[in-house]
């Protein structure tokens, strides 16, 4: 692996990935990864330093390459100067895998993407494929699947390989749009309504907490509720990341979020409620300081930096106070559904989620309607 390529793998890139993607991989992990996060003088705290000069030091370099011109359009860099003849699939495998070995994935994740990926390397292998795989793979992917379906494995374990089969695809810059729609055959027909909180049971978590929780958990479960942010999402929200834009066509302004998740970084409108939470929690003071604690998170209790399982604690010790059994989704699930009943379009509910449409129209249903402004969806909401 040529150091070039290390570099990209530190910001979660391969080496074809645009100038454009280089500087929006290193924004977020510099807003991950920035010491201000970490208590003071901590282990954590030094790590995310280290962590700091290693994105820096990439993105410098990754940047004088681009200058230098030795990235080729379209074509990997090689890594090395000999010249290669072509590639088998398995090799190519190799490479995709120790790419993804490189990734921040779970490490749950990576084991079935890579049992997954090794079951179809030696299906192919089985049935005399050794040779490089082009865009006329797609009767073989097809077959594999009706193989696996022969076996017995469950629909949903056949479409996990499927999605893990696409990855690969992807990263060998081979059309994988045929096996999105493969593995819609094997979702099931009739899905689980996500599991969401009544009006009443809104009402009551609400109650219970301003009478019995702490402020800063208060606070968090109504921003969640109005925002349907995700628990993640939440923690890596800095003060910088609000913005103040004119609504079009209107002299009111709206506080913009912007977001960063796994599905990369969105600008969504902060409803009124959830501009109150922010103002409790001292928007207006920071604000007001010149640009002194922007980089702090918005929620950070004790001045620690809240993970996601912290989150999830509070939410659900609110909830057993209330007598309502309520996560984080939860709470996010049911802005979705307050999204839908004001008869937002699936384009603008994906939006607001950070998800595809696909994923929107499948977990939330909605009726098509005529699109609407994104900023009159959010005072409705």
């Not at 999402?233 to 609000?242: K, P, Q």
């Amino acid at each position: 692996m040529t150091d070039i390529t290390k570099h990209f793998l530190v910001l979660g890139l391969d080496i074809t990935a645009t100038p454009a993607q280089v500087k929006e991989a290193r924004l977020w992990y510099t807003k991950a990864f920035h010491p201000d996060r970490f208590p003071k003088d901590s282990q954590d705290q030094k790590k995310a330093e280290e962590k700091q000069k290693e994105i820096n030091l990439a993105f410098e370099q990754i940047t004088a390459w681009f200058k230098s011109g030795s990235r080729v359009t379209g074509k990997k860099h090689p890594t090395s100067g000999k010249t290669e003849g072509p590639k088998s699939f398995y090799d190519e495998l190799g490479e995709y895998m120790d790419y993804l070995a490189q990734s921040e994935r779970r490490p749950r994740t990576l084991e079935n993407v890579f049992c997954d990926l090794q079951s179809f390397a030696d299906w192919l292998k089985s049935h005399g494929i050794h040779k490089h795989l082009d865009n006329s793979v797609d009767s073989l992917v097809v077959k594999y699947a009706r193989t696996l379906e022969g076996h017995g494995y469950k629909p949903s374990t056949i479409a996990r390989h499927l999605h893990s089969i696409r990855g690969w695809f992807i990263f060998c810059k081979l059309d994988a749009a045929f096996i999105l729609e493969l593995a819609t055959e094997y979702k099931p027909t009739s899905r689980t309504k996500p599991k969401s909180l009544t009006e009443s049971q809104v009402a009551k978590l609400l109650a219970s907490n301003k009478r019995h929780a702490k402020k800063e958990d208060r606070l968090l479960i109504e921003f969640l509720l109005h925002t349907g942010l995700t628990a993640g999402e939440v923690c890596a929200l800095n003060w910088r990341d609000l913005s103040t834009r004119h609504i079009p066509g209107s002299r009111r302004s709206c506080v913009i979020l912007d977001v960063g998740g796994r599905s990369g970084f969105r600008d969504i409108p902060a409803s009124e409620k959830a501009v109150s939470t922010l103002v409790e929690l001292g928007m207006e003071e920071i604000l007001a300081k010149n640009g002194k604690g922007l980089d702090t998170p918005i929620f950070n209790p004790g001045g620690l930096y809240m993970t996601p399982k912290m989150v999830h604690y509070a939410v659900t010790q609110c909830g057993t106070k209330a007598a309502v059994d309520v996560t984080p989704s939860t709470l996010r699930n049911t802005f979705a559904y307050r999204l839908v009943s004001s008869g937002v379009s699936k384009q603008h509910l994906a939006e607001y989620m950070g998800i595809s449409e696909q994923s929107a129209g499948a977990y939330y249903p909605t009726k098509e309607v005529l699109l609407k402004d994104l900023f009159e969806l959010s005072r409705k909401s």
